[in-house]
Every structure is written in structure tokens, then in C-alpha cells.
């Protein structure tokens, strides 16, 4: 489906008004797409649509995942928790997750953005180099 610059426009507005204090709140999207499906303006599958994406987005960039080759000390999580929310801002979800690939080190992975510090991401690199 393709989407009008109109329905990105409205979806961009509905979005903005779904924020408050910098963090999406969750009763907004539900009563914004609840009035936008009683009311169906021209387009609104378009809008709706397009909606969905920035809210996923959002959700994504809101969401950190931290891995680790074995269980991390609560201490050390404190640390990670603290130094993300203060390089992304409040309202990060942090998850952490043990991945015994990774051999030693941390992965953490904040919506696009990964930074690998892991031994399995230096050996990766490594054969890249040769």
C-alpha cells in the first residue's frame, strides 16, 4: 500500500500526540487509533499504517538487550542500566540474556545501534582482516 504524504503528516501528528514527556504512553495510542477507527477519515488505513511503523520504531529505540557469555554480577547490570539510561535518556527497557557464543565479553544492542565487546566480535573482525 502506498502511503499519501498527507497520511505520513496525520500518522506523524497522531504520533506526537501520543508523546508525553519525551516517552510514548500506551492509553494514548490505544484511544488515538480507537477515535481515528470510529471516525475513518480519507485514508485512514494509511494513516493507521504508518502509525503502527513510528510506534514500533519507537518501541525499538526504547528497547536494550544486553548479552552476556555468562551471567553478569547484579553490581555490573546496575552499571550497564545506569550508563544506557544516561546515553538514551528514561524509559529504556533493559533485558539482559546470557549467550555462551560470545565466549567472553558483552553484545548490547539499543534499537540500531549494537556495540560488540564481545570475543566472538573481535574474532569476526579479525578474520574480516585478513
Do not use: W
Not at 513510528?54 to 555468562?70: G, M, P, W, Y
Not at 533493559?94 to 558483552?106: D, H, K, R, T, Y
Request: hydrophobic share 40%.
Amino acid at each position: 500500500m502506498k502511503i499519501t504524504k498527507q497520511a505520513r503528516r496525520e500518522a506523524k501528528e497522531l504520533f506526537r500526540s501520543c508523546v508525553v514527556g519525551g516517552l510514548l504512553e500506551e492509553n494514548r495510542v490505544r484511544q488515538a487509533v480507537q477515535q481515528v477507527l470510529q471516525s475513518k477519515p480519507r485514508g485512514f488505513l494509511a494513516i493507521l499504517t504508518h502509525f503502527l511503523r513510528l510506534v514500533k520504531l519507537d518501541i525499538e529505540r526504547r528497547t536494550a538487550r544486553v548479552e552476556s557469555a555468562v551471567p553478569l554480577a547484579s553490581d555490573l547490570q546496575t552499571q550497564i542500566q545506569t550508563s544506557l539510561a544516561r546515553s538514551y535518556g528514561k524509559g529504556l527497557d533493559i533485558s539482559f540474556a546470557q549467550n555462551p557464543e560470545l565466549i567472553g565479553g558483552v553484545r548490547i544492542k539499543v534499537g540500531s545501534d549494537v556495540y560488540d565487546g564481545s570475543v566472538q566480535g573481535r574474532l569476526a573482525e579479525l578474520q574480516e582482516s585478513f
